[in-house]
């Protein structure tokens, strides 16, 4: 054992340094803030290469297979294919019927199911009512159709205040809701995952379903925001 | 488990700013969650969630998403005996090899995609009846069990309504020994805001939260 070697106690010692350095760095002293996120990112750094690097060596895991699930997390999955059935479902109203009341079937149909996004469940905003998805226990979120979540949706701020503070939630996120709009907030405690299907926003007449998913982001889909209208473009 | 993890209802915190950034993003976060899925496929490695959960509650709050799913790994492994503490302070050392059984090998890329991808239900056909039905009034029961379970704290002994039938699903919560259930109905139960938060709830909302037959009774 040589003196430069790190135990497994100083490695979590170390990083509940680090937690702390975390706790500073939101009380907002910039200079410890900053030394706090260096030091968190180098440990995290120095731990992950060496997890990858040990069970590569004990053939556990075949690190080419690390770099594949990566790629496919971050380019393959993402908030374009959730996109693509709102905006199917704007423009074809048997299509958001079936949706609506069978997400898990049209999903199949389209062999869009995968790990986190089998079950689902689509749910409809408009006018009157509003939908929120949140994971208040841990950060369940539809993989197959939105990808991996945001930051802020992993956020402990976000998790503890959507269930008892959506309105307040949603003002902070620049949406004022009226006070005769209905919301329904949709915990994910099982293996359900919710697909929000956002309005239409005005401006969009005649648009071709591409163009409509182009329009689409990820936040809207879980309830985050409105879509806004399109200047210059067609209303009825 | 009564947990920091179990947040719903907590006040204090600041709601951050919505990024809309790269979702990994930085090198090590690319690392911890490959291994992390790719470990999934190592025998012995499912369960994820209750060893985050029973991080300490100081370290839960405050450390970055992927560095609990890093830590929580490396706990397992250790736990397990795959991996010693020297080994993983020392990457360039000397490893011993872990018990796996006969013929096993690292599963593949394509291996680990197919079944990211796969259709992986947690649904159980069976002809087991549903106890409730769409519009029954139902109560969450005010248990507080030490094991892993998906009844939040905030829904306990609350009145709500079933509002969907998904059928029978893989039962989660860890059960006290000596315990089994086994595949159970599960319900999408909706509770009025102010029956959960009094005066604070808007009179027009409501929270939805998926339950187990198990966790329900009736009023």
Same mark, same amino acid.
């Given at each position: ?6 135990? &497994? ?5 170390? =990083? ?35 997890? *990858? ?12 297979? *690390? ?16 996109? &693509?059935?709102?905006?199917? =479902? ?25 790990? +986190? ?9 408009? /006018? ?34 959507? #269930? ?9 996120? @620049? ?24 309005? &239409? ?28 209208? *399109? ?6 | ?8 209802? %907590? ?19 690319? $690392? ?15 369960? %994820? ?7 300490? /509650? ?47 090998? /690292?599963?593949? !890329? ?13 649904? #159980? ?27 939040? &704290? ?39 805001? +102010?029956? $959960?938060?009094? !005066?604070? @709830? ?18």
């Amino acid at each position: 054992m040589g003196d430069d070697k790190v135990s &497994r106690r100083d490695f979590l010692s170390r =990083s509940s340094v680090a937690a702390t350095g975390v706790v500073a760095a939101a009380s907002g002293d910039v200079t410890s803030a900053q030394e706090a996120e260096i030091y968190v990112q180098s440990d995290f750094s120095v731990r992950a290469k060496a997890l *990858v690097s040990v069970l590569t060596k004990k053939n556990l895991i075949d690190p080419a297979a *690390v770099d594949a699930i990566v790629d496919h997390f971050e380019n393959d999955l993402g908030p374009h294919i959730g996109a &693509r059935l709102v905006a199917r =479902s704007w423009v074809d109203p048997e299509f958001r019927e079936r949706l609506i009341s069978d997400a898990r079937a049209v999903a199949r149909d389209l062999d869009l199911t995968g790990m +986190q996004g089998t079950d689902l469940v689509a749910v409809e905003n408009t /006018p009157e009512v509003h939908n929120l998805v949140v994971c208040t226990l841990c950060s369940c979120y539809p993989w197959s159709l939105l990808g991996l979540p945001p930051t802020w949706y992993k956020d402990t701020a976000y998790r503890a205040r959507a #269930v008892i503070d959506p309105r307040g939630v949603l003002r902070e996120f @620049g949406l004022e809701l009226a006070d005769d709009v209905e919301v329904r907030v949709w915990d994910s405690t099982a293996e359900i995952r919710y697909l929000v299907i956002p309005e &239409r926003p005005a401006g969009t007449d005649g648009m071709s379903e591409d163009e409509l998913a182009a329009l689409v982001t990820r936040d809207s889909m879980i309830g985050a925001e409105k879509l806004a209208a *399109v200047r210059g473009g067609n209303t009825q | 488990m009564n947990g920091v993890h179990d947040l719903g209802g %907590m006040d204090g915190f600041t709601l951050p700013e919505r990024d809309q950034g790269r979702v990994l993003e930085e090198e090590w976060e690319r $690392l911890s969650w490959g291994a992390n899925v790719a470990l999934f496929f190592v025998p012995g490695m499912g369960r %994820m969630r209750s060893q985050i959960e029973s991080l300490p /509650p100081e370290q839960y709050l405050a450390l970055p998403y992927y560095a609990k799913w890093l830590i929580a790994r490396e706990q397992m492994l250790l736990d397990l005996g795959f991996v010693s503490e020297d080994e993983l302070a020392d990457p360039d050392g000397p490893v011993g090899m872990p018990p796996m059984p006969e013929g096993f090998a /690292p599963p593949t !890329a394509e291996q680990i995609l197919a079944t990211v991808d796969r259709d992986v239900s947690e649904r #159980v056909e069976t002809d087991v009846r549903p106890r409730f039905s769409i519009g029954d009034a139902v109560t969450a029961r005010n248990e507080h069990p030490r094991g892993h379970t998906r009844m939040p &704290r905030y829904v306990r002994g609350h009145a709500g309504t079933v509002v969907t039938l998904h059928g029978v699903h893989n039962f989660q919560d860890e059960l006290p020994e000596g315990l089994e259930i086994g595949p159970q109905h599960l319900y999408t139960v909706a509770f009025d805001a +102010q029956e $959960l938060w009094g !005066a604070r @709830g808007h009179p027009k909302d409501t929270i939805h939260v998926e339950l187990w037959e198990y966790h329900l009774d009736t009023p």
